[in-house]
């Protein structure tokens, strides 16, 4: 039996090593394609400048780099710098100009009581020189000038005012504009000078308002359009953007033999791969993919052999997880020319999820994003996209219970998808374009094709792998199911034991952090080899016990029997083998007691062997549940009609775990003594439910409850082992 164990283990970590291996061949093929399986040019070293020494097609279709940057550089230059209008600085100039009109009323005011000061002395009209005027105006004024604001009339004098103000405006909405940077420009340009000029020329009649308006509208004016670098170089890089790439067909002609290879033509063959790159090139490209394939295979095998549920990591789920694995990458491959969001990451990532385990799943998406990233290429936002589009699919693929259900988790996948890919590309692109509506259509699109996808190849992957899915296993619970139909008919009262112990298991595995739906289904079907013989199992005894008029062997191998027909039922009924496995497990070994004390007491000595199932004993935490449920089950069911309290039922299940545990039943179950604590707890909180403490009613004189029931001395705990044969304790 060793040495048959060994040679499992043997083969098992042969299993990983080829599984492995392969894997890494496989993601080195795709990530190198390109690198190292270049075509034969069969034409010597290609590098710029040199002749080349064949004619050279394209082997596929192939963008032509240089050419579609020209072109768009061509296109952004073509773009007209963009401009912002500053109405702050417009509303200055208003203000200044208002200020500095303040100032000119006081000087006219001045200048004419001066004057009329010296008419009265008859010494005439001074001329504005002559006068000592106290009022300073805030630009340099020619006498001239000044001599023309002075003879204005007081009329003449406002409309030369609201005059002024209409050119400023109207030289304005002519856009004085900055120069190409950021910082503004104090003066004005010849260019808007006389443009001013033209402007006073139009509004004023006489050379003297047009000179005095000129020198005080070019004083004051400045420019109010301001170079917008922001805006220009965002609407250069959409043009350029929108520029469609330069398209090299399949079998077109490159170069022909004997011509000059220019940059251009050099870097469509390095694109094609048909360029050899430098061994210190490669080598460093190597090693550097290397350390990534190391990191990813590392990450992804130990969280595949660290899964919580041991039978989940069986050489059919790690095969069935390997193919996964290289499908992908194949995939990923094959696509990598194609549009990002058809890559099939979320395929694979939702396949994990739910045929194996959510966890794993968000890190192997971690994987194949960074797989595809490398493969093909992809930008930064891609990259991100696949990242979280991912874990949104584990999460939610985590909590898929129906097949039904997967149809509305995919709806909610898809908008997800939707609104991450708009989130995505609206903050690269701070627009949304009719493009970013197009493919986030096509995003929601694939990724309800991805959920049918992986809804009709569930069947294919739980039927060639033996994969126990959670849809699965809560499609085993269905009471319309054959097996469990037949226990209702010819075995009621072990389909009653079975629903108690599926009861049982299931509260105790989700206090451990165990497979909860695992427990309850293999609670339903432990015990569905009784079906043989019905009868002979005290639950389902109407009137008389077979076993009275039998001999102890007879009865030991009457009740082992119940486990290996369990095991062809399995077979029949074609249900999973994990089913067969707990079938064979939920009694382990453990010794028949009933009949072993029989037999001794008939025939004294005897094999305690011959006694004992001859089974395995659990190999996993659920399966080593059922058989502590089935146990404590049979146990309870004799104990509360007794009368016994709650705290006396505690005990004996105590008692009844602690023999398991002493008998070596529970040594491979991977159960730690934290673990069996929390199953008895949970155990006595399902019984409680079940069997609730009775109240105690007043007695009256004769000894009797109000109730009409005698009352019952408080007996010792009974030996259940002795009071019912076949119980299988």
Known sequence: MKGMVNIYKINKQVLDIILIAVAVAVTMLAIFNGLILKPDNNGGNISVGSVAMQRYTATRDVVNNIATERLRREAAKSVPPSYRRDVDVEESVYTNLNNFFKILDNYRIEYKQKSLAAINGDEGVPSINSLNMTTALPIELSEKLRSAVVVLSDDEYGNFKIDVITVVKDVFELEIKSGTSDAGEDTINEETKSEIRDATRI??????????????????????????????????????????????????????????????????????????????????????????????????????????????????????????????????????????????????????????????????????????????????????????????????????????????????????????????????????????????????????????????????????????????????TNPANPVLKRLTVEAPGTYHHSLIVANLAEAAAIDIGANHILARVGGYYHDIGKLKYPSYFYENQVSGNPHDSMGPYDSVEVIKSHVSYGQELVSLYKLPNIIKDMILMHHGNTLIKYFYAKAKESMGDVNMDDFRYSFVIPKFKEAAIIMLADTVEAAVRSLIPSGKSMQEVEVFIRKLVNDKLNDGQLLESNLTIKDIEDIIKSFMRVFRGMYHERIAYPADDKGKDISGSEEKEDNLIPDIEKERPATEI
């Open 203 to 476: 509004m004023f009649d006489s050379i003297e308002t047009q000179n005095l308006s000129y020198s005080i509208i070019s004083a004051y004016m400045k420019q109010n359009m301001f170079y917008d670098q922001e805006a220009t170089e965002k609407y250069r890089q959409e043009v350029s953007d929108a520029v469609d790439p330069v398209i090299i067909k399949e079998t077109q002609m490159l170069i022909d033999k004997g011509q000059i290879i220019t940059e251009e033509v050099y870097d469509i063959l390095e694109s094609l791969g048909l360029v050899q790159k430098s061994v210190t090139v490669m080598v460093w490209t190597i090693i550097g993919i290397i350390c990534v394939i190391l990191i990813i295979g590392s990450v992804a095998i130990y969280y595949l052999n660290s899964c919580s549920y041991e039978h989940l990591i069986k050489p059919m789920e790690k095969l069935m997880f390997f193919t996964f694995y290289v499908m992908c990458v194949f995939f990923i491959w094959i696509l990598k020319e194609q549009q990002f969001y058809v890559l099939p990451i979320s395929i694979f990532t939702m396949l994990i999820a739910i045929l194996i385990n959510s966890n794993l799943a968000i890190i192997m998406n971690i994987c194949f994003a960074t797989l595809a990233f490398l493969i093909a290429k992809l930008n930064l936002d891609h990259y991100i996209f696949f990242i979280f589009s991912g874990i949104i699919v584990a999460m939610l693929s985590k909590s898929v219970t129906q097949r039904s259900k997967i149809i509305s988790i995919g709806f909610i996948v898809s908008m997800a998808d939707v609104i991450l890919f708009l989130g995505i590309s609206l903050l690269s692109s701070n627009e949304l374009t009719e493009r970013i509506l197009l493919d986030a259509a096509i995003v929601f699109a694939y990724a309800i094709v991805s959920v049918i996808f992986v809804i009709g190849s569930l069947p294919l992957w739980e039927t060639t792998f033996g994969v126990i899915t959670t849809i699965k296993l809560l499609d085993l």
